[in-house]
C-alpha cells in the first residue's frame, strides 16, 4: 500500500470522502456503541473519518509513514500504528470492530480473512466500504472507457460488490450483509486529472503511460465542458464473527 506516499497530500486533497450514513450503518449492525474500533490501510484518514464518528477508542494501522504523518495531524486522538495489518498484535479478546477502506485488495488474499475474523471479539462486527467511480452521462463514461482500453487494454476493474463476495467466500464470518449507497460527483478538469492521478492502477503504470493517460483525459474533459460528473458507488459490508459455544 506504500505506492501512495508519494501522492500522499493530493490523495487527501483529491479523493472523495465517504457519506455519513456508512457510521450509522454500521452502529446500527453492531447493536450499539462498540467499545474499540482498528482500521486496515488507514491512509490519510478518508475511511478513518467514518470510523472515528462512532465514538470508540480508535487504533489505525498505515504501512506508509507519509500517509501515517497526514493522518496524524487529522485525528490526534487515534492511536496511528505504522506498520502492516499482518504484523499487528490486536488487543487480547479482539476488537469490536475492525474496519477497512479501500485497502481490503492490498491483503493477501489466501489470508486476510482469517487474519480479520482472529483480531475480533466474539461477536465483533467487519466493516469493509470502499468506492466505484463510474459516469453519470452514459457517453462519457463509452468515450473514457474507450480511450482507457486503447491506452492500456490489459487494465481490469473489479466489480463493485466484490468485496462482499469475498467475505462470502471466506467462510470465516456470518450475517454477512451488503448496503449500498451513491451520489452524483460532478468534478472540475482538474479535479477529475487530480483524482485520477491518486489511483492505485495509474500509479503502478510507466510514467510515459500515466503522462499519455492525463492527456488524453483532459482533452475528453475539455470536449465535456470542463466537467466530469462522476456516478459514485459506495458499497459497505458487514459481516460478523461468530461467539463461541
Known sequence: MDVFGAVADLYEQARPGYPPEVTAAIIDYHGGSPASVAEIGAGTGKGTEILAA???PLTCIEPDPRMAGLLKAKFPRAKVLVGDFEHWNPPPGGVDVLGCAMAWHWLDPGDR??????????????ALFGHRYGYTDPQQAARIRSALDSLDPTAKERPADWM??????GGEFTDVRLVRFRRDLPLSRARYLALISTFGPFLTRPPELRRRG????????????????????????????????
Do not use: S
Open 54 to 56: 462512532i465514538g470508540a
Open 214 to 245: 492525463l492527456e488524453v483525459l483532459g482533452r475528453l474533459a475539455d470536449d465535456f465542458g470542463g466537467t466530469v460528473t462522476l456516478d459514485l458507488q459506495t458499497t459497505l459490508t458487514l459481516a460478523r464473527k461468530r461467539r463461541e459455544g
Open 113 to 126: 480473512n482469517p487474519r480479520a475474523r482472529a483480531a475480533l471479539a466474539p461477536g465483533g462486527v467487519l
Open 164 to 169: 462482499y463476495h469475498d467475505v462470502m467466500a
